[in-house]
């Protein structure tokens, strides 16, 4: 009954009254007052209670108040639960897509009690109000379960022996963030299917774990795009960086090895010759590092998504805007039933009334969470165009508002409407977008925010043509997209394979200046060690010289052996005077090849020949100090003088052997094998890459070696007179 109806009753009754009295009083006394009064008392009441059936049947309906039909939150959460037990939200397709309820169901029934599961947008720390008003809606005893994005969230036992305390605490702490809302709820399942007495031990034992100062944490399970940009980048600098690395560095520690140890390469076969030189060995290694660091990283690195979310579908991805926008076409304003209610009945009463008065076009409020998780990816604008195409014609043009009930944040996006774009995106308070900062009421006082916001859309200037506000956002990014990680081979990969070719160039330059440092600073390494004895021990040293030695090789050796005969030889020891003779000829020819200038160095320009020549010549002044007066060795004269004559096959083409004088190092195949004896005969470095020449045929005196010491020292005269 109205106000205006009680009035009038009032007023009726009070008149009764007095007519009643009026008449008892023009009555005898003698008859009786009291009985009077009692009649009077009783026609009141009768009086009284027919006013009020008149005023109660005749009260005008347009005063009444209209009452909101919107669900509360628990009233809707609970109707979805008397459905089904397992209630997936439509608003978290990226992370907990609807199409994970049966999964989410098979494991719900595994906890041996009834279980009800609610996957809602985070609730904040009112989940276990929410829990425990849903059961009171829905009237139904059982353990009731809050997921959000990042998992379980609050469990609730109602009438049932389930220990959800402590299920929710190995839950959270015996997983790391990133485990996902499915793999969290299987957790908390077993935890409930073990029992109370197991579940509370195991809950006291993650806590000791990771509870506490411990500062353990459990490991992630996934990746972010940083972290791939990591491996990207640690991949490439190793599959340059090894390979070069043992390029580089590998023949150089071999050669340098062989020049201070002067040790004897083996004996190789023509096939090994041919197919298995050192080079070729280390070329095979580092592509096979190559191969097997990359093949190793994509098995290392396997990691195809940053997170735990399954992929969504098209229904997923549709289901909110498809009921968003049918709400929309019922009502102007729509309150989302799954979040808090943020209006009551009279603010949304006065809304209502606001957009009916609002005469610039349509008005479209949705109440409804806008989350990173959600189909829209949190834009609020592109939630509004997939609601604006599903409404059709009908929301071609109009004013949308988009209220987060949860964050309190009030989106406006405007169509065809006369109103100054600029002024609907740049020029709306903060405070009517946002809220105040210091507000903690549970509705971020949406309703007087949105009011506010009506006055000042209605109170906007008009402008000549109708504007839109709209950037034309209509593309939220692919949830496969957006959680996918990049290629392992792409991104920072390419800059790490730079890196790795710099880092191989600067350990390659340490190695190499530690190694010289280290032959500079030991006065042994600083020339190669024959294979030598005394004199007193044998009559035959021996030298170590590779069948194909580079023009690095030979320029050191050089320099090292006039270094060590000139040390050795001692013009005024006594000596007969043809080996004095000898040796000097020996030192003297050697200097007018390599060292013309003269200034006690290895010329520059010298070539392999000529270095070759002078080494012969060295080492045959070296053994002649020996007591070595031999001809050199016939398939390398850089091996010094020989020990024996054997027959041998000289070259490939020869098809018989001859008789050729050999050191005691080729002794050793030449005996074994003489048909491979060619493979140990020396080849110098020739005027283009990659060719070698037999020493015989090489430019300069050194061919004439096969006619011995004297000829070769002769030729070297006349052809230093020559030059």
């Given at each position: 009954m109205s106000k205006g109806a009680g009035r009038v009753t009032g007023v009726g009754v009070a008149k009764a009254v007095r007519g009643v009295e009026d008449t008892s009083a023009g009555a005898d006394p003698a008859r009786g007052g009291r009985g009077r009064r009692d009649l009077a008392l009783l026609a009141t009441a009768g009086i009284c209670l027919l006013l009020t059936l008149l005023g109660g049947l005749t009260a005008p309906p347009a005063t009444a108040a209209p009452a909101d039909d919107t669900p509360t939150q628990a009233a809707a959460l609970a109707d979805r639960l008397r459905d089904d037990p397992i209630y997936v939200s439509d608003q978290l397709p990226r992370e907990i897509p609807r199409s994970t309820a049966p999964d989410f169901a098979k494991l719900a029934k595994r906890t041996g009690v009834p279980t009800y599961v609610l996957v809602l947008p985070d609730q904040g720390i009112g989940g276990d109000r929410l829990l425990?008003?849903?059961?009171?809606?829905?009237?139904?005893?059982?353990?009731?379960?809050?997921?959000?994005?990042?998992?379980?969230?609050?469990?609730?036992?109602?009438?049932?022996?389930?220990?959800?305390?402590?299920?929710?605490?190995?839950?959270?702490?015996?997983?790391?963030?990133?485990?996902?809302?499915?793999?969290?709820f299987e957790r908390f399942v077993d935890v409930v299917a073990q029992g109370r007495e197991k579940a509370a031990q195991r809950a006291e034992a993650a806590r000791k774990k990771y509870g506490g100062d411990s500062g353990e944490e459990a490991a992630e399970m996934h990746i972010d795009p940083v972290d791939r940009d990591n491996q990207s980048f640690a991949t490439g600098i190793a599959l340059t960086g090894v390979p070069l690395i043992i390029l580089a560095i590998s023949p150089y520690v071999r050669r340098w090895r062989r020049r201070v140890t002067a040790a004897p390469a083996p004996p190789q076969t023509a096939a090994q010759k041919r197919h298995f030189t050192p080079l070729r060995v280390e070329a095979g290694l580092a592509a096979l590092a190559a191969v097997a660091i990359a093949l190793s990283a994509t098995l290392v690195f396997d990691q195809e998504t940053s997170s735990a979310s399954p992929q969504p579908t098209a229904a997923d991805l549709s289901t909110r805007v498809e009921r968003v926008a049918d709400g929309l076409k019922r009502s102007p304003v729509y309150s989302d039933p799954e979040s808090p209610r943020v209006l009551d009945a009279r603010q949304l009463r006065?809304?209502?009334?606001?957009?009916?008065?609002?005469?610039?076009?349509?008005?479209?409020?949705?109440?409804?969470?806008?989350?990173?998780?959600?189909?829209?990816?949190?834009e609020p604008e592109i939630f509004v165009e997939a609601v604006r195409k599903r409404i059709g014609a009908a929301?071609?043009?109009?004013?949308?508002?988009?209220?987060?009930?949860?964050?309190?944040?009030?989106?406006?996006?405007?169509?065809?409407?006369?109103?100054?774009?600029?002024?609907?995106?740049?020029e709306i308070p903060d405070s009517l977008r946002y809220g105040d900062d210091d507000d903690r009421s549970r509705d971020h006082q949406l309703g007087q925010r949105l009011g506010k916001l009506m006055t000042l859309l209605d109170d906007a200037p008009r402008v000549k043509?109708?504007?839109?506000?709209?950037?034309?956002?209509?593309?939220?990014?692919?949830?496969?997209?957006?959680?996918?990680?990049?290629?392992?081979?792409?991104?920072?990969?390419?800059?790490?394979?730079?890196?790795?070719?710099?880092?191989?160039?600067?350990?390659?330059?340490?190695?190499?200046?530690?190694?010289?440092?280290?032959?500079?600073?030991?006065p042994s390494l600083r020339r190669p060690r024959a294979n030598t004895t005394s004199a007193s021990a044998t009559s035959h040293p021996e030298f170590d010289a590779p069948p194909a030695p580079s023009l690095d090789f030979l320029r050191r050796t050089a320099r090292d052996e006039l270094d060590a005969l000139g040390r050795e030889f001692d013009?005024?020891?006594?000596?007969?005077?043809?080996?004095?003779?000898?040796?000097?000829?020996?030192?003297?020819?050697?200097?007018?090849?390599?060292?013309?200038?003269?200034?006690?160095?290895?010329?520059?320009?010298?070539?392999?020949?000529d270095l070759a020549a002078a080494i012969v010549l060295a080492r045959t002044g070296r053994a002649v100090l020996a007591g070595a007066d031999k001809p050199c060795c016939a398939l390398n004269p850089l091996h010094g003088p020989a020990t024996g004559w054997r027959d041998a096959q000289y070259a490939p083409e020869e098809q018989r052997l001859r008789t050729i004088p050999v050191c005691a190092q080729c002794r050793v195949l030449v005996g074994a094998q003489p048909r491979q004896a060619h493979t140990l005969?020396?080849?110098?470095?020739?005027?283009?890459?990659?060719?070698?020449?037999?020493?015989?045929?090489?430019?300069?005196?050194?061919?004439?070696?096969?006619?011995?010491?004297?000829?070769?020292?002769?030729?070297?005269?006349?052809?230093?007179g020559v030059q």
């Open positions: 425990g008003a849903v059961h009171d809606r829905l009237g139904r005893d059982g353990l009731y379960v809050l997921v959000d994005y990042m998992g379980v969230t609050d469990a609730e036992a109602f009438g049932v022996r389930a220990p959800a305390d402590d299920a929710y605490t190995v839950s959270l702490y015996e997983l790391p963030h990133d485990a996902g809302p499915l793999r969290t006065e809304l209502r009334g606001q957009i009916k008065d609002f005469d610039r076009g349509p008005v479209f409020v949705a109440l409804v969470p806008q989350l990173t998780e959600d189909e829209s990816a949190g929301g071609e043009r109009g004013v949308y508002v988009v209220a987060d009930p949860l964050g309190g944040y009030i989106d406006v996006v405007t169509y065809d409407v006369r109103i100054d774009a600029n002024l609907v995106a740049f043509q109708p504007e839109t506000s709209s950037l034309g956002m209509d593309d939220a990014p692919e949830p496969v997209e957006d959680g996918e990680l990049a290629s392992l081979f792409s991104g920072d990969f390419w800059p790490g394979l730079l890196v790795g070719a710099f880092a191989a160039g600067i350990l390659f330059g340490v190695v190499a200046s530690l190694l010289g440092i280290t032959r500079l600073a030991v013009p005024d020891a006594a000596l007969r005077s043809s080996l004095r003779t000898r040796v000097w000829d020996c030192l003297d020819a050697a200097t007018l090849l390599v060292d013309r200038d003269p200034d006690g160095h290895v010329d520059d320009d010298a070539t392999p020949s005969r020396l080849t110098l470095p020739g005027s283009a890459r990659f060719v070698r020449v037999p020493y015989e045929e090489a430019p300069g005196p050194l061919p004439s070696i096969q006619q011995g010491i004297p000829q070769l020292i002769r030729q070297v005269r006349e052809y230093a």
